[in-house]
């Protein structure tokens, strides 16, 4: 289950993305998801901002998933 965290830039662990049509799934450093990010990104904002490298499903249509621990 998905952790809320304040911004992007307090969570603790990796970022696990999870492309919800195809099943891609990647993890990122912190560090590389607050630099594509940005570490000011609300969970809200963030899978809006996401597209699945393998078969370009977007976030904003409710196709991406993301989880991390804060």
Not at 3 to 9: E, V
Not at 11 to 21: A, Q, V
Request: one cysteine or more.
């Amino acid at each position: 289950m998905a952790a809320i965290w304040p911004t992007l830039r307090r969570i603790k662990s990796s970022l696990t993305i999870t492309c919800l049509r195809c099943g891609h799934r990647v993890v990122w450093s912190r560090e590389k998801a607050v630099m594509n990010l940005g570490g000011h990104t609300m969970p809200h904002e963030l899978r809006g901002k996401l597209r699945c490298s393998r078969c370009a499903a977007r976030g904003r249509d409710g196709l991406v998933d993301t989880d991390a621990a804060i």
